[in-house]
């Protein structure tokens, strides 16, 4: 479809979900969370933001029943009906768990919506005018298409879907003589061993990546090993960092174990601490020329404690937006309004609703 129709179906669809629930004010109402799960994990940082404090979270898993998450209790299914009616707001990145829990909830006349509904209805003029600033059609047409996708509750058709992410855009790929590359979220390496593929192994400055996970860490190490040897690359010049990155330099609590889903998070989710740091104190007179993250919702706050660093530099910024749906509005326009200057593209690269991540670059880079 052409990406400005892409976009008045978006625009329409947006306008029906803002009327559904114009009527709905977290504030006053009462309401829970249905799904305890790694997707009500990934959006604690946007319902922190937005001031979404449920009374409760509801999960089918027995397990999790009377147990608490990120602070609150979870109940039974069951319980819901001796609590006089809550809204409930379906959290789930299962599209067939998430229609058999609103089929259930019709049945007993409980009013509920999704996440993703939520944020999209109640920012929609913010979705709109961040369709308007793509610098390219094809963004446009992801964008719109993603979001359309997350209301309908419908995973991306091929056609929106593309290879390559964090090195798809040809600036992207660019790549000098002392070029700086920090790697957030780096996981077991595999973008490293992209990066010194596009460089030949020879024309950049430094890489510093950044991995909590003690298991991720040490396949991370075994990695640059390797690439040290396959390109003669002088030791210290891939400096590995075993930690998180978020707004503050602290130690946080830290869920592990997860593969590449580890992160820091609530104390009730696993008793591990890591180190974090804010990149403004990490390196406070650094040099970075391209930033990739991926680090399971705190790319809004790693971006708040790298303000002074990207203000100096202008990196290119590669950063996932799909971990919540306020990311889709929230990081974006955080970017903006550094008036740095920058153009954004968005790609999609799962055929899931994970992988979405925004391109910011200047016309200089």
């Known amino acids: 479809m052409h990406p400005m129709k892409k976009k008045k179906e978006m625009k329409a669809a947006l306008a029906e979900i803002s009327s559904k629930i114009d009527d709905i004010d977290l504030n006053t109402c009462r309401y829970v969370i249905w799904g305890a799960g790694n997707t009500a994990s990934l959006c604690q940082e946007s319902f922190r933001r937005h001031n979404i404090d449920p009374l409760c979270y509801i999960d089918g898993n ?37 229609e058999e829990i ?94 010194l593929e596009y460089c030949d192994g020879k024309d950049f400055g430094k890489i510093i990546s950044f991995e909590p996970d003690a298991n991720n860490f040490a396949e991370l190490k075994s990695l640059v ?6 390109w003669n690359i002088e030791e210290g010049k891939i400096q590995n960092v075993m930690a998180a990155v978020s707004d503050a330099t602290k130690t946080s609590s830290f869920r592990s174990g997860q593969g590449p889903h580890s992160s820091i998070g609530d104390s009730d989710i696993d008793g591990s601490s890591v180190n974090v740091y804010a990149l403004d104190d990490f390196m406070p007179n650094g040099k970075i020329d391209l930033l990739k993250a ?13 303000r002074n660093v990207i203000r100096r530099n202008a990196p290119k910024i590669a950063v996932c937006i799909y971990h919540s749906p306020a990311d889709y509005f929230d990081i974006i326009d955080y970017l903006d309004g550094l008036n740095i200057g920058y153009k954004f593209s968005v790609r999609h690269h799962l055929d899931t609703f994970s992988e979405t991540i925004l391109y910011a670059y200047t016309e200089e880079k």
């Open 62 to 98: 027995v397990e999790k029943q009377k147990t608490l998450f990120h602070g609150h209790r979870v109940r039974s299914p069951d319980d819901i009906d001796s609590m006089g009616g809550p809204l409930v707001l379906i959290s789930s990145g299962n599209v067939g768990f998430t």
């Open 102 to 195: 609103r089929t259930k909830l019709n049945k007993k006349g409980l009013r509920n919506i999704t996440v993703d509904e939520y944020f999209f209805g109640k920012n929609a003029d913010r979705l709109i005018r961040i369709a308007d600033m793509l610098h390219d059609a094809e963004s446009v047409n992801v964008f719109c298409s993603m979001i359309l996708n997350r209301l309908n509750n419908k995973f991306p058709d091929a056609g929106i879907i593309s290879d390559n992410p964090y090195f798809i855009l040809p600036n992207f790929r660019k790549i000098s003589a002392g070029d700086v590359f920090v790697n957030m979220g780096a996981y077991i390496g595999e973008e490293i061993e992209k990066y």
């Open 225 to 230: 090993k390797k690439m040290n040897k396959k």
């Open 294 to 306: 991926d680090i399971e919702s705190f790319e809004l706050k790693m971006l708040h404690g790298a």
